[in-house]
């Protein structure tokens, strides 16, 4: 039986806490950790946590043998925390994104490399049966080489959200929508196309005056194999619609589910490849359901890990991956420059300092609210039909 905690018990530690329940034989959450202990105490009542203890600060469980720990704390305590626990000899689940830097991110990499500790980050939309079912389409190369993809990472946040005393900051958030919302599509856009080589981009703040950071971005990238694409962050688009669009030679498939695939008449213009959609769908209709879902799959594969030593799907050099690409809009929209890749150490945006020197600062935050009400959070669609 794992000895799981929980740091942080804000919003998405719900999301956590449910997702260790579903494995009730394989471990069990011993403690849950915040800086409110009434706040941590009431997790463990709501969810029924038998013999869990409600602690205010983590360093506490240090030198307590707990094998696994969730990370669900602000951006900017990832690294710290994170780095405790492995060189303490502890996995690790942290929730995104990975870190508000790059050079944090590497702090976490080195940890997990010395401790021997697994770090895992969490991606829990690739624990969805539509982004499965898209992987493996992509990867039987039926659609032939892939041209362009598109992420629309869609959603809306009122004026008040950036309240929250970390939120809307470069120093503690570590950025805005790009960081925060859409680095789960991005993730799953890297999973699938691997790195781009080069990227331009623009962001700006439309309609939050009490934060630093993008309400909006779109970058437009180039891929090794010749591949265009374009990403849209934000928190200004209502209906929060989310879609993911891969533009194969031959044929079209995306998330939410759609399938086209086209060939050419005589002068050049399209009419529809029957045959082929029917393969698509054919292939994409025989693979199995994913059995545990979101959260719930992340922290199966994370314990399977953990007992078998089979391969994590999402890493820490994936969330890595994901954290360059975010910080390379950034880089791209502060400068009006194109960025290449990778960014080096002696890049002025791979720190924390550099990025909060560099980057653009649209508003000064003014308002600062110490918590939250403890309500239900959006976390996304399942980019399903």
């Not at 401790?115 to 895992?120: A, D, E, P, R, Y």
Request: proline residues 4%; hydrophobic residues 40%; glycine residues 8%.
């Amino acid at each position: 039986m794992l000895k799981v905690a929980i740091i942080g018990a804000g919003a998405i530690s719900a999301a956590h806490i449910t997702a260790y329940l579903a494995f009730p034989e394989r471990c069990q959450i011993v403690a849950v950790v915040d800086m409110y202990t009434e706040k941590a105490q009431k997790r463990i009542n709501e969810y029924g946590l038998k013999g869990a203890q409600a602690v205010t600060d983590y360093h506490e469980l240090l030198d307590q043998n707990i094998d696994l720990v969730s990370v669900c704390t602000p951006p900017y305590t990832h690294a710290p925390i994170t780095c405790d626990f492995l060189y303490a000899g502890t996995h690790v689940l942290v929730e995104k994104p990975m870190a508000s830097s790059l050079q944090e991110a590497d702090m976490m990499l080195e940890a997990a490399q010395v401790s021997g500790k697994l770090l895992s980050v969490v991606a829990q939309n690739r624990f969805t049966t539509p982004m499965m079912k898209l992987k493996e389409v992509l990867d039987s190369k039926l659609m032939g080489p892939i041209v362009h993809v598109q992420v629309d990472s869609f959603w809306w946040r009122g004026h008040n959200y950036y309240d929250l005393w970390w939120r809307g900051t470069w120093e503690k958030e570590g950025g805005g929508c790009t960081l925060n919302h859409a680095v789960h599509h991005i993730d799953a856009m890297l999973w699938m196309m691997g790195p781009p080589v080069e990227l331009q981009a623009m962001m700006a703040n439309t309609a939050h005056d009490n934060a630093e950071v993008e309400d909006i971005s779109m970058a437009m990238l180039r891929f090794q194999e010749g591949a265009l694409g374009m990403i849209t962050s934000s928190v200004v688009h209502h209906g929060e619609e989310q879609q993911l669009i891969f533009q194969g030679k031959e044929a079209r498939v995306s998330a939410p589910w759609k399938v086209v695939a086209s060939t050419a008449r005589t002068n050049g213009f399209p009419e529809p490849n029957l045959d082929l959609e029917q393969q698509i769908q054919k292939l994409a209709d025989e693979l199995p359901d994913v059995i545990h879902v979101g959260h719930a799959g992340q922290v199966e594969n994370v314990l399977n890990a953990i007992e078998t030593g089979s391969p994590l799907l999402v890493d820490g050099k994936s969330g890595r991956d994901t954290l360059e690409l975010i910080v390379g809009i950034y880089k791209s929209s502060s400068t009006g420059e194109k960025v290449t890749f990778p960014l080096e150490a002696e890049d002025a945006f791979y720190t924390r300092e550099g990025i909060m020197q560099h980057a653009v600062h649209f508003y000064e935050k003014k308002t600062a609210v110490e918590n939250f009400e403890d309500v239900d959070i959006t976390l996304g669609s399942k980019l399903e039909s």
